[in-house]
């Protein structure tokens, strides 16, 4: 007699560990410049000396003595560039490529070309009086009401100014480009979130067909955005490969990183925000400003946050770009919303305290029941469950309100707590899905992994989806061959090609079942479609499991080596009818040495809701991961230029201060269960850009429940705390 197959748990929602896992830690996982590459010729920038001015000569007389010497390249007509190399834009600008036939020769021979300029007054200071703001073109300008005559009369009233430093990307993988050509096709194995945009960005630096362009990076060791985009350096090394005709692999420094790539933007801000006795908020204002490169804009969108989260029936946001003579930011980890999110809590912070009321009942109390800037009603609002429960969970009510009355030796102790929302992104994506003929299945996407565990959480979707065990599927990813998928940012991904997988899993799992049900010789001949279930790759009927069949007998029977089917996932119009947010709570404790004026984080927590969640091992490592990040920029990150000539000055792992060990106490987090089917099939609602958004302002807020001193600069290093009256 023949045993039906029980149904197996479902490993979509459980803690699996990474699928690729083993390739990373015994070094089987190939990044960018790993890719062993026959005859391979190396390349090095040459960099500009000078912010602003023009390229008078380049005298390569020097490197080209040295027989590795391939070609020293000077000339970049015929390819497009968001800069002419002829002309500096900002300091550390490549303005050459150094070819040869070793790494060390490379590096060497660019240390050996003079360039000669005619150099120009530059600035690059935000707040110099040369600099000159001007509106933004994609944050535009935003009011309802009459938030000045609210403001006016509003019983108390926070207004403060906030000063945020630049933050620069710092992933463990240094931006890599290995580029070949054949005739006029390219492949390049790169660092990149967004293959197919990459292969769009390649094609039409070279004028050559997007299909010509092959895009390949299986893995990436952190990015964060800052490989969002296709820099100059990575058209270089493809133009350079072409003008050699061999491949060339081009890695930039670490000191190079600091302006080959983009940045979290310097900003400064203004925050004010009124309320009645009640604390119900009548008024808030924010207006801000943003660094940007001159011949290339980036606007980051840090009054966001201000316009949704509370309600408020009075809001003006102003936002302003200023262009200086420095390197096009990029978006960071949270963009807009990190740096938005840390002004617009303080003050919510600093207006409880004003008010004498728990900063989690202000927020609770202000909580908004459609969305202000749309009137559209939330998805799935539950800021205020976050709020709650994390408070719970924290300890919270053992906090004590009274700012500097907390004391252990000669530390102060205080505890902070900030709110997060973070916008839903979906985007359109393909996905193919195939069963061979032993029984496994594949999947594939060209989307990219840069470590929130894409590889495994959509393994998952895809086994539940198919009815097979996780260890039978292999997703495949990061190459521009695959069905397209958009770039892997803005938390989208899960949400975008996780929906597309499990699309096309059903549609593969249904196209089986119902060729099987209309297959005289199959067991399930004559079943209807909707009484066939699938565990363990046998499709069986649920009014008589003892009849069924695997995936393998229908593919021999039929002599079909395997099936598949490819299918497309776009968006509803849900972004017509309902506002779609992600939201968090965290909770900071913190001690302040009152002496030093040093900060030392105690523990960090954070309840968030993102929806239906994937796989909560891989989910609780992108909330402590953020938590780190959030301590960096809170108390020790941050660029620092000279600004008579425009250089990083700690362009450098050791005078950039990382957290390290040491930096990092007790962190976890918590997820609401629940789902946003609204948002998409799966119910995600995206987590990686979210879980760092409050980290920063919960920082600050304990900082100052700790020493009663608000500190609205970042970061919050010890120079600053001390400048205070005791």
């Known amino acids: 007699m023949t045993h039906p197959v029980q149904a197996a748990a479902a490993v ?213 955005g800052s490989a969002g985009g296709t820099w100059p350096h990575q058209i270089m090394a493809a133009f350079a490969a072409r003008q050699v005709r061999a491949p060339v692999k081009l890695v930039l420094t670490r000191k190079q990183m600091y302006n080959g790539i983009g940045y979290r933007p310097a900003s400064r801000q203004r925050l004010a925000i009124g309320a009645d006795r009640a604390g119900a908020i009548t008024a808030i204002v924010h207006e801000g400003r943003t660094e940007s490169a001159r011949y290339q804009l980036f606007e980051d969108s840090i009054t966001g946050p201000a316009k949704f989260l ?44 004003r008010l004498g009321l728990d900063p989690i009942e202000l927020r609770v109390r202000n909580q908004p029941d459609r969305d202000q800037t749309s009137n559209l009603p939330f998805s799935t609002p539950r800021l205020a469950d976050c709020l709650r429960q994390g408070a719970a969970a924290f300890g919270w009510s053992r906090r004590n309100p009274v700012p500097r009355s907390v004391r252990e030796g000669n530390e102060l102790i205080g505890v902070g707590v900030a709110a997060a929302g973070y916008h839903t992104n979906r985007s359109e994506a393909d996905a193919q899905v195939r069963i061979n003929g032993d029984g496994t299945a594949d999947v594939f996407s060209a989307t990219c992994d840069m470590g929130p565990g894409t590889y495994t959480s959509m393994t998952q979707v895809a086994a539940d989806a198919l009815g097979l065990p996780l260890q039978r599927v292999r997703f495949s990813l990061g190459d521009s061959r695959f069905p397209k998928a958009p770039s892997h940012s803005g938390s989208r991904t899960m949400a975008s090609v996780g929906s597309a997988v499990f699309v096309a899993s059903n549609t593969l799992r249904d196209k089986f079942i119902r060729t099987a049900v209309v297959d005289p010789a199959s067991p399930l001949s004559g079943a209807a479609p909707q009484n066939v279930m699938v565990t363990d790759g046998r499709m069986y009927r649920t009014d008589d499991p003892t009849r069924g069949e695997t995936y393998q007998d229908l593919l021999r029977r039929r002599g079909w080596p395997s099936l598949d089917t490819q299918q497309t996932w776009t968006p509803d119009d849900a972004d017509k009818r309902f506002s779609m947010y992600a939201y968090g709570a965290v909770f900071a404790e913190v001690g302040v040495d009152e002496s030093l004026g040093r900060v030392r984080i105690r523990r960090i927590f954070g309840c968030y809701d993102a929806g239906r969640i994937i796989n909560p091992l891989l989910a609780h490592s992108q909330a402590i991961g953020a938590m780190v990040m959030g301590i960096g920029m809170a108390l020790l990150e941050g660029t620092q230029l000279d600004y008579r000539d425009g250089r990083v000055v700690n362009a450098n792992m050791s005078d950039y201060l990382a957290p390290v060990n040491a930096d990092v106490p007790a ?46 600069d970042l970061p919050i290093t010890l120079d600053k705390l001390l400048r205070f009256p005791r």
């Not at 040295?66 to 490549?94: H, K």
């Not at 005619?118 to 509106?135: E, F, R, T």
């Not at 629940?674 to 948002?679: N, P």
């Open 12 to 224: 979509t929602g459980q803690p699996v560990a990474r699928v690729d896992g083993r390739q990373k830690v015994t070094g089987a996982a190939r990044y960018a410049a790993d890719n062993p590459i026959a005859d391979v010729l190396y390349a090095a920038l040459v960099c500009s000396t000078v912010a602003r001015g023009t390229v008078e000569r380049v005298d390569a007389s020097a490197a080209l003595k040295d027989s590795e010497i391939v070609r020293v390249i000077e000339s970049f007509a015929g390819v497009s560039l968001p800069f002419d190399p002829g002309t500096v834009a900002f300091f550390g600008q490549p303005v050459a490529v150094v070819v040869a036939m070793t790494l060390e020769a490379a590096t060497h021979g660019a240390s050996l070309v003079t360039v000669h300029y005619n150099v120009a007054a530059q600035v690059s200071d935000i707040d110099s009086p040369q600099a000159k703001p001007q509106p933004g073109q994609r944050q535009t300008d935003y009011t309802r009401g009459d938030p000045d005559a609210a403001m006016h009369k509003a019983d108390v009233v926070s207004d403060l100014r906030y000063s945020i430093v630049r933050y620069n990307h710092n992933p463990m993988e240094l931006p890599s480009t290995v580029a070949s050509w054949d005739g006029d096709r390219l492949t390049v194995w790169d660092k990149a979130q967004g293959i197919n945009a990459a292969q769009a960005a390649y094609g039409k630096a070279f004028g050559i067909p997007p299909n010509n362009v092959r895009v390949i990076c299986p893995f990436l060791g952190g990015a964060f």
């Open 667 to 712: 962190l976890d987090a918590i997820f609401l269960p629940g789902q946003d089917t609204v948002a998409d099939p799966i119910g995600v609602k995206g987590l990686g850009e979210l879980v760092i958004v409050a980290v920063p302002p919960a920082i600050a807020n304990a900082v100052f429940n700790a020493t009663r001193q608000r500190n609205t």
């Open 310 to 353: 509370y309600n408020s029936p009075n809001m003006r946001s102003t936002y302003r770009v200023v262009p200086l003579d420095v390197n096009v930011g990029c978006p960071m980890r949270g963009p807009g919303a990190t740096p938005g999110s840390f002004v617009l809590e303080s003050g919510v912070d600093d207006l409880a305290y």
